[in-house]
């Protein structure tokens, strides 16, 4: 599952710099940069999504990107209550 999220977000990186090219975004890693922030949910807003698709994939990998985070959360609360049982057994 985290093999695929991260590989929707590559391939909205991807789209967003075909939709985005001529409109701000100049270069393929502005436009990573641009998704990899939309999906940590930050948005630093320097650069912005000018267009209508550019702005649905931002939206897009704000959900993606909630999903990753959850989805690490829950493999490390879960390996916090394998330790946490290990040591109160004893």
Known sequence: MLVFLSGLLL???NILFIVERSKGVATWGDALYLTLISAGISGFS??????????????????????????????FMK???VVFRFFRSD
């Open 46 to 75: 320097d650069l912005i999504p000018r267009t209508i698709a550019g702005r649905f994939l931002c939206v897009l990998d704000s959900f993606l990107g909630m999903i990753l985070i959850a989805f690490w959360v829950a493999i």
């Open 79 to 81: 390996a916090f209550e």
């Open 11 to 13: 391939v909205s990186s």
